[in-house]
T-cell receptor, first 115, second 109 residues
Framework: ETGVTQTPRHLVMGMTNKKSLKCEQH?????MYWYKQSAKKPLELMFV???????ENNSVPSRFSPECPNSSHLFLHLHTLQPEDSALYLC??????????????FGEGSWLTVV | GQNIDQPTEMTATEGAIVQINCTYQ??????LFWYQQHAGEAPTFLSY??LDGLEEKGRFSSFLSRSKGYSYLLLKELQMKDSASYLC??????????WGAGTKLIIKP
């Protein structure tokens, strides 16, 4: 158990569906992140929240919509996705955002397949 | 600009030593991280270097040379469970992590 839990672990959805990924961290951290991991590519930072405020949005398409209701929970709402969005989506947390030596702790990821 | 590079795949023998290299280019630097990721699992933190030199932690050591833009992860007494991907990432001047694509390490008996 990593201290960051994600559900569901696997999700198959059609291009017209709406679904959500959920993340919960039990580490008392103030920052939470969504990353996309595709095969043989570097991790892509999608969104960063610090103290429930969004501080980073790396030109992510609007079909991905994050929500951070409190410092322990993070959602990624998905709608009208494309097949190229199929990937592993990793949630992570850290004590704070924007500091040296800031170690990030990852959840085990949600495998998303868009058909 | 910024970039980071590490080998795509490496193979080593159980009980041996392997060194995974990582090179980077950046104008601002706030440290370098190594993570281990087993297939289907979360990346887990291995090491953080911000000053030059070697940091040893059990069978794993990490080295940094800031002037050369170079780091390596050294794994000793390899075990089958060390088969995993190893991710290198540096923290830039904005404290953002820039990730390599990972090195898949295959351990053979």
């Amino acid at each position: 158990e990593t201290g960051v839990t994600q559900t569901p672990r696997h999700l198959v959805m059609g291009m017209t569906n709406k679904k959500s990924l959920k993340c919960e961290q039990h580490l008392g951290h103030n920052a939470m992140y969504w990353y996309k991991q595709s095969a043989k590519k570097p991790l892509e930072l999608m969104f960063v929240y610090s103290l429930e405020e969004r501080v980073e949005n790396n030109s992510v398409p609007s079909r991905f919509s994050p929500e951070c209701p409190n410092s322990s929970h993070l959602f990624l709402h998905l709608h009208t996705l494309q097949p190229e969005d199929s990937a592993l989506y990793l949630c992570a947390s850290s004590q704070e955002e924007g500091a040296g030596g800031n170690t990030i702790y990852f959840g085990e990821g949600s495998w998303l397949t868009v058909v | 600009g910024q970039n980071i590079d590490q080998p795509t795949e490496m193979t080593a023998t159980e009980g041996a030593i392997v060194q995974i290299n990582c090179t980077y280019q950046t104008s601002g630097f706030n440290g370098l991280f190594w993570y281990q990721q087993h297939a289907g699992e979360a990346p887990t933190f291995l090491s953080y270097n911000v000053l030059d030199g070697l940091e040893e932690k059990g069978r794993f050591s990490s080295f940094l040379s800031r002037s050369k833009g170079y780091s390596y992860l050294l794994l000793k007494e390899l075990q089958m469970k060390d088969s995993a991907s190893y991710l290198c990432a540096f923290m830039d001047s904005n404290y953002q992590l820039i990730w390599g694509a990972g090195t898949k390490l295959i351990i053979k008996p």
